[in-house]
């Protein structure tokens, strides 16, 4: 099961690339994570999540469409995304280690939010009980100034 969906998530990394002009970084990409696909899920998913990591179109692509997922007027967009994005999603959500964390960190991320978003938060933030969670894979830093650095809001998660 996990070398098919490895060999599907590469052809839809290259066809994600192709899309944007990006067939070369896609190509290299695929070939890293088909090399995994008979060492087993740890390695396979350790990889899919360097590769999420890296500053590339991956991480933009499948980001921009999981944002859109719940909004009734990009529901074509996204959904147009699952056959080539999905496998990846699976493998990189798939999380083989599942281990507690066992020290406490604080991790921040930068975001650029309307007035509107800051004021949900806001309202949010108040409730004892109210939660919050981000519609894509989020990446974030341990380092604060480095995430201050991106948009006009921080959100420090604890």
């Known amino acids: 099961m996990i070398p098919m969906l490895v060999e599907k998530a590469a052809r839809g990394i290259i066809e994600e690339g192709k899309h944007i002009g990006k067939e070369r ?8 994570l088909r090399e995994t696909k008979n060492s087993g899920m740890e390695e396979v998913w350790r990889c899919c999540a360097y590769l999420y990591t890296l500053e590339s ?33 699976l493998l990189l959500w798939d999380d083989p280690f599942n281990t507690k964390l066992t020290t406490k960190k604080t991790l921040y991320r930068g975001a650029t939010l309307t007035k509107e978003q800051i004021d949900a938060y806001t309202i949010m933030a108040k409730g004892k009980k109210a939660y919050g969670s981000f519609q894509a894979y989020t990446s974030c830093s341990r380092n604060r100034d480095k995430a201050e650095e991106f948009g006009n809001t921080l959100f420090i998660m604890e």
């Open 25 to 32: 970084e896609a190509e290299e990409m695929a070939k890293m």
């Open 57 to 89: 179109f991956l991480y933009k692509t499948l980001n921009a469409a999981m944002r859109l997922v719940g909004d009734k007027e990009q529901e074509k967009v996204w959904r147009s995304k699952i056959c080539t994005l999905g496998p990846f999603c």
